[in-house]
């Protein structure tokens, strides 16, 4: 019966883990991506959200965007790496987005200007004060962009597991004069 401890131990370990099945991890359905998107949002484990917002085209050129974090009380999330890469679509790095600013709430709080830094920082850590604490990362790109570009968010850690994120999907529309999300 001792043989057989361990095994059992696995499989209670197994059976409290999250039953975790990740959405579309690239945005764009169709290759053409000609639908506008206001919004898409990307579902993590443990109720984690990001969500990627349109896109305000500059008038000198280049977006602004944000990427907002939804985390729950109780958890937190790692970062792999501090870049929020845009690129040619499924290709070529174009640059890492600037950052613009960085907000921290609770959802029952009103939004505080945490910190504007040229750095994303390495983690975030749900607020206890609140049923879910909101991270909003604001980018801004001003080079010149194609007229289709991804942006992907760096790699997420949670509870010690590895989970990738949602590449987000712009296109400029030329009906509408902006960059916007596509589908």
Known sequence: MRRFAPLAFVFLVAGCSDNYTAPSLYMATTP???????????????????????????????????????????NEVQFTSRAFKIS???GEVIAPAEVVSIY?????????LVEVIKEVPLMMISVGTSDETQFRYS???????????????????????RYPVRTFTYRYFADRKAYGLCT
């Open 32 to 74: 053409e991506c000609k639908t506008w998107a206001e919004g898409s949002t990307f579902q993590l484990p443990r109720g984690i959200t990001v969500s990627a917002t349109a896109p305000t085209t500059l008038p000198e050129g280049g977006v602004e965007f944000s990427m907002i974090y939804m985390v729950p009380r109780g």
């Open 104 to 112: 921290q709430r609770g959802t029952n709080q009103r939004a505080d």
């Open 139 to 161: 980018f801004r790109y001003t080079g010149k962009l194609p007229e289709r570009f991804d942006v992907t968010p760096p790699t997420t850690i949670i509870r010690g597991n």
């Open 88 to 90: 040619q679509p499924k």
